[in-house]
């Protein structure tokens, strides 16, 4: 039998060193206040703010969006303001106190945020999107998650399965090394898919893991969404995981399809899988067009919008309706997700939707990049920050064109039949 323990503590000058073994447990009244690593526990906002609340944040992610830049991680304040702000609590059970929320305000209150800071409205998203998997897991390992506070920051490395694992007498032991772990500095808790010796295809393990168990290797050095410290985790060594934090995808699949969950727990995982990573290029391209639009980069406050030519005001026509054609996208999938019937052509209309959307926000981006000046190519331009955070955002494999469209037109009633 595979002997699992708790993998070791910094490994080199490149490695972050992992949060301290939780403290003595406090108090019953003191304990929901309290994260696993003995700081103070954020209270978030309810799901009917989420708007709001992101809008109360939005000036401090905007204020320092440089220093996430700059440390290729969000300053903590900025990270914990998007946890107060709902995001975490905003798909958990409504019995461990979550909001049970609406893909709606999620995409709304992402876009928003990232009009100041897209990594933080990366995090933020990624956040709810979590929590909404980790409501598939057994219910005492839901308990484990929640059971002193919904506001609980979980951070994930499910694409592509990675490490491997082996069976215990009480669950699997699991090692091996997860790529790319978007806001792993900030989380208390990681989801890792890991393949599985028997699974079938596009089956897989996820396995629920305290941050304080992995090792963090500081690896992200992203030409864009840099603050989202989405660096590599490591089990170098095999570590126990208990039967009831772990959830094989395809039961997540048939999860989803029971009657008597709440809407958000109970939609096809492909309907919902890009709406996160989408809504903040949204956001951020619309925070483009008014960098565009405004004093140059680098000018003084209250300094004059450069004069619409024919051509620019060209530029501002196309640009802005690609913006609002790529907002409409996402409230429209989003709605889809939140109600009416799903069948698999509603499912193939959702990821070209986003898709396109992702797509039409690059472009505007691109478009608006292109004819801003010098100015624009400045460290500290906000354009510029967008211009490549949006070009590292649609990258993302989730996100991708061709692979939407060709389920599209595989799901079109017009398709040949097989």
Sequence with gaps: MTTAHRAPEQQDQHTRPTAPDRPTAPAPAAAAARTPDGGPRPTAAGAAGLTAATTRVLGTAADLAAIGEQQYGLAAEAALATTRAGFARHFVPARFGGAEGTFGDLVAASA?????????????????????????????????????CPDVPIAAALVPPAGSLTRTSDGVAVQGRWRSVSGVANADWVLLAVPHPDALPGDFTVVAVERRALTVHETWRSNGLRGTGSHDVALPAPVAVPAHRCVRFMDIVR????????????????????????APAVGAARSALRAWVGPPAGGQPGGRARPLSPARGEVLARASAEIDIAGTLLEQAAARADEGPVDEQVVA????????????????????????????????????????????????????????AAEYARTHPTAPAC
């Design 112 to 148: 928003r945020l990232a009009e100041g800071c897209t990594s933080a409205a990366w995090w933020a998203g990624l956040q709810a999107a979590h929590g909404r998997l980790a409501a598939f897991l057994p219910e005492r390992g839901q308990e484990e998650i929640w059971r002193d």
């Design 349 to 404: 209309r959702n990821l070209r939707d986003v898709a396109l959307a992702v797509e039409s926000a690059v472009a505007a981006v691109e478009r608006l990049f292109r004819t801003a000046g010098v100015a624009a190519q400045q460290e500290d331009s906000v354009l510029q920050r967008a211009w490549r955070d949006v070009h590292t955002l649609g990258a993302h494999g989730a996100l991708d064109w061709e692979a939407a």
């Design 255 to 278: 999860q989803s399809a029971e009657p008597g969950r709440a809407r958000c727990h109970r939609v096809p995982p492909r309907l919902v899988a890009g709406l996160a990573f989408a």
